[in-house]
């Protein structure tokens, strides 16, 4: 989590630019007052070079990114989106929010999507699946491609952990059809709050646009106050002081997402000669960003043993495996959406993933490495297991 572990000087002076070009912190309008500076804009462009992608669209979260892709694919009432069962609450929030049912399906030990659960999920009311890089390591984005590619299905991307990595080369949220990103205070690079969302085509780009700031068309021979529209929308516009922030971090993003790989696999080369644990699955061709170290042991006990050794080193753990309810879909017995579609059996349906996530230990990898750190996670494991 290492976005506001780098927070600095080249932040606060492009925050300051914004104020000392006239202060405007609407992303639109006030031109003369303004003295040309767009941060959001700007920010927009900025992503879209690094992404090597045409088209992208700020907004205010994570979780509206994912709500204003599927705005753009016409989603709504009657339909059906598949996702996997380990990931954030927002992400099947999105879907109940647009009114679609949302479908979970089982993970496998790269802790993304099984792909060959998705098939048996889908039925003629789906029309989207959205995959998750959980924690930094890409989704099996070749098959699951594949098989929306058999279904004409959307491919979404929901890229908050996954921001800086690729998958065969290319980066990862521009492999499907849109990609979504968060830029939270914990995730790679962060705004405090906002997201990002990447498109492949003009026509869902500018839908999108629209349907994000109350459905207007910004058409440039109107004035803001007599906008064209042609269908609502909602208020979900990224202001210019977290795109000033924004533009700070993705300068930065390169050397983070490397520092954390580096250290990752520092940590790893102390623990790799431990048969007792079992190293999270990675696909082939992909570039992790590094977000978590995470491996797997026989049983939940022996998990809890060794997050209760590394605590007492003062090491902390992620997502798992103490936080796995807000991680978890098949916890979510509050969202009736979800539990009804998986006929009330929501967590029985599940309980491949809930064994795997429960048997996982989960270490936050950032910029800044304590060089005590990689001995004194081997030594925690070693005594949780005995």
Known sequence: MPGYEVLGSEELEEVKDVFNSGGVLFRHGFDEKRKGCYKVKAFESEFAKFLKCDYTLAVTSGTAALRVALAALDIGKGDEVITQAFTFVATVEAIIEAQATPVCVNIDNSLNINPKEIEASITNRTKAVIVVHMLGVPSKLKEVKEICRKYNLALIEDTAWGCGGKFDNKALGTYGDIGTFSFDFAK???????????????????????????????????????????????NFRMMELQAAVGLAQLRKLPMIVSAQRKNSDLIWSYLEELDCIERR????????????????????AIALKIREKLLSRRISTKIL???????????????????NRHDNKLKESLRKSEIILTRSVSIPIGVELDDKLPEAVHAAIIEGIE
């Open 188 to 234: 790679t690079m962060t705004t405090g709050e906002g997201g990002m969302i990447a498109f492949k085509d003009k026509v869902t780009y500018e839908k999108a646009c629209a349907w994000h700031d109350h459905g207007h068309e910004n058409n440039p021979n109107l004035p803001r106050w007599k906008d064209s529209r042609s269908g609502s929308g909602f």
């Open 321 to 339: 495996p103490e936080a796995i309810t807000w991680h978890f879909a098949g916890t979510w017995d509050h969202m009736p959406e979800l539990v």
């Open 281 to 300: 699955e990675e696909p082939i061709g992909c570039m992790p960003t590094a977000d978590a170290l995470i491996f797997m042991v026989e049983t939940e």
